[in-house]
């Protein structure tokens, strides 16, 4: 539960522009009144179906069938609870957030986490400083990042890259002075503290020590984590001597697979020609920023994962992978095509022909931005470097190591959504791997059924359903009667009390959210409660409902209060109720039917008075339920 005052949420809503916190990532045209529209952040697609009524404060896409507010969009497009959300907004907007008293463990984990947030721009400033000051250690670090890494002093200023002597010292006692709290010292990662040790200054023994420290930000550009690179200062007795690079640990602000490197800075730079330049370490990224290719990002020191790619899919849908040319970076590059794939990312290789060895880093230290023009024309589709990676013989390969190597590009194609974007990989793989394209396209269509029926095999045989793809999440409109008949109190609330008296609550399927929500807007109807269709915040319990609500709230009346392709709200109400009604009896009659069957064998079941139920409800069934409606 969320401690912000309802007071302050709502206030949030109405001074908040829902245009202008949207237009920051999506490009809006007019579209009449307050409506704006734009291409979807939340799928792929090339004409515009995502709508917002800035009047309204509601975002719908009629693509996805992602809808919302002003909150939940923070909340999707940037990663963040619902209080985050609101508090990123209160800032921006320079909103001041108030909080309920004393409402318990949500309070404390929000200070929590903003203590954290607060320590590491601290820490950060004070790993800076050292690296600036001028002493051993300064001198050391800012030798070896000029020198070694060939890095301008400039770029560590941009950067606010720090260093930490040999001892680790300083820190400990700079945090002790502000006074943040022990479990927050405790979980920011930047310690080794005994689990029953008093928190004292001789308890709190430094993570690093003798490394070069380079700030890790989130998308929004807060210092979340370090990545600390080896040096000759870096002492014997560090546990992680050996390892080059040492990473904070997750803490409540850091979650390595969500992060990406730069990402604060190049999804500002990213655009029409600009895409994403995906590079394998930190380093290899400041190189880039460096030479003035802005848009690189990198994972944190382990491969990537599938919500990066999402994150980044919400910036950008084309990306550019520059990995190593060893082997490593290949396999890393297999692993992550089909993740890619299937986030629905438009994925080219930058390699460069000819070269045998290639190291980004390398590379643009010698040559510089005109590197990268060199890299890109040489460049290759994901399947055309998919095909070269599991068949190397090429056209000189044999039909069965042909076979083979279909086989294991039908996984990959198999990873991206949709028929018309598996056929082109499929097109064009037929020509990298010299096969005819019928060929591959019936032999992908057995290899799917083969897939298909392992899957259902394998989903009998675990215990947990497999998680529903995105598209099945999004829009499942079974329970419309609910749905008409929650359009119908938000939009003609006078057809809400008659509603409440004639609809019983146990024809509805509570188990869903339309039900659910339908139910307990009829509870307000019927004790004459209902707060208005824009004061329902108190009528909300999760996301789902506020979603629905949000995209049923979006469809304005057009002039005369009158709804385009909805007809009459009454006879619209009647229906739904009649519906809800034969849905109710149904089992009620198949319970009869079975009962009548069985009749002559079940001594208990009186054939008559079933014959006489069955005859009342279908009698009922004939006569429509209507809604007595005061004029
Ligand atoms: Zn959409």
């Known amino acids: 539960m969320p401690a912000i005052k309802p007071t302050c949420v709502r206030d949030i809503k109405l001074r908040v522009n829902l245009a202008d916190v949207v237009s920051r990532v999506v490009s809006l045209k007019k579209a009449g009144g307050a409506r ?3 291409l979807c952040p939340f799928h792929n697609e090339k004409t515009p179906s995502f709508h917002l009524d800035a009047d309204k404060g509601f975002y719908k896409c009629f693509g996805c069938g992602k809808a919302g507010d002003v909150i939940s969009f923070v909340r999707e497009t940037e990663q963040l609870t619902f209080t985050e959300a609101v508090e990123a907004l209160g800032k921006r907007f320079g909103i001041v957030i108030e909080y309920e008293e004393g409402s318990g463990p949500s309070r404390e984990e929000r200070s929590l986490r903003q203590e954290i947030f607060d320590l590491h721009e601290v820490a950060a400033e004070h790993f800076y400083q050292a690296f600036k000051t001028a002493d051993a250690t300064g001198d050391f670090m800012r030798r070896y990042w000029t020198e070694q890494r060939k890095f301008a002093p400039e770029l560590a200023d941009e950067f606010k890259i720090g260093a930490v002597d040999a001892a680790g010292s300083g820190l400990g006692a700079a945090l002790l002075k502000r006074r943040y709290s022990e479990e927050a010292l405790r979980r920011c990662g930047l310690f080794f503290i005994h689990d029953d040790a008093q928190i004292t200054l001789g308890a709190l023994r430094p993570r690093f020590r003798g490394r070069l420290m380079i700030p890790i930000r989130d998308h929004q550009g807060r210092v979340v984590a370090f990545t600390a690179r080896q040096t000759d200062l870096t002492p014997p007795d560090d546990p992680a001597r050996e390892a080059k690079y040492v990473n904070s640990p997750e803490t409540p602000i850091f979650t390595k697979g969500n992060l990406l490197f730069n990402l604060d800075r190049a999804r500002t730079a990213v655009g029409e020609g600009h895409p994403f330049v995906l590079v ?23 491969s990537i994962t599938e919500s990066q790619l999402v994150l980044l899919r919400r910036y950008h ?15 890393a590059a297999l692993r992550f095509l089909p993740m890619a794939l299937k986030a629905e990312l438009e994925v080219r290789f930058l390699t460069l022909a000819g070269a045998s060895k290639l190291d980004p880093d390398l590379l643009f230290l010698e040559k510089g931005l005109p590197a990268y023009d060199e890299v890109r024309r040489s460049s290759m589709s994901a399947m055309a470097f998919a095909c070269r990676a599991v068949l190397p013989e090429g056209s000189a390969a044999s039909a069965e190591q042909k076979a083979r190597a279909a086989q294991a590009l039908f996984e990959l194609v198999s990873a991206a959504p ?12 037929a020509g990298h791997l010299r096969i005819a394209t019928p060929a591959l396209h019936k032999d992908f269509q057995s290899f799917i059924q083969r897939q298909s029926r392992m899957g259902a095999r394998g989903a009998r045989a675990e215990e947990a359903p497999p998680t529903p793809p995105p598209a099945s999440r999004v829009a499942a409109p079974v329970h419309t009667a609910e749905r008409d008949l929650l359009f119908i109190c938000l939009h003609f609330d006078w057809l809400g009390k008659p509603l409440s008296a004639a609809l019983p609550h146990d024809w509805i399927d509570t188990r869903h959210t339309a039900g659910a929500l339908l139910n307990r807007f009829l509870a307000e109807f019927e004790h004459d409660t ?41 006879r619209k109400a009647e229906q ?17 039917e079975l009962a009548l069957a069985n009749a ?5 079941s009186d054939p008559n008075s079933l014959l006489k139920r069955r005859s009342e409800i279908q009698r009922q069934l004939r006569q429509p339920l ?6």
Do not use: M
């Not at 003035?292 to 990002?297: P, S, Y």
């Not at 209507?626 to 004029?631: E, P, Q």
């Open 317 to 331: 849908s084309q990306i550019e992978c520059f990995f190593d040319s060893d082997s490593a970076g290949q396999k």
């Open 530 to 570: 209902w707060p208005g269709r824009d004061n329902l915040d108190s009528l909300i319990e999760n996301d789902e409902e506020r979603a629905l609500l949000a995209s049923l709230l979006f469809d304005t009346p057009v002039d005369g209060g009158t709804y385009k392709d909805f007809g009459d709200p009454k």
């Open 280 to 302: 394998e370490g930190q380093l290899d990224a400041l190189r880039c920023w460096s030479v003035g290719l802005k848009t690189a990002v990198a994972p944190q020191g382990t």
């Open 626 to 631: 209507g809604l007595a409606v005061a004029v």
């Open 418 to 429: 949709g028929e018309i974007a598996r056929s082109e990989f499929l097109n064009e793989a």
């Open 600 to 604: 002559h064998t079940d001594s208990n």
């Open 36 to 38: 704006f529209k734009g």
């Open 576 to 592: 739904a109720l009649n519906e809800l009604r034969t849905r109710a009896f149904e089992p009620l009659l198949r319970e009869i």
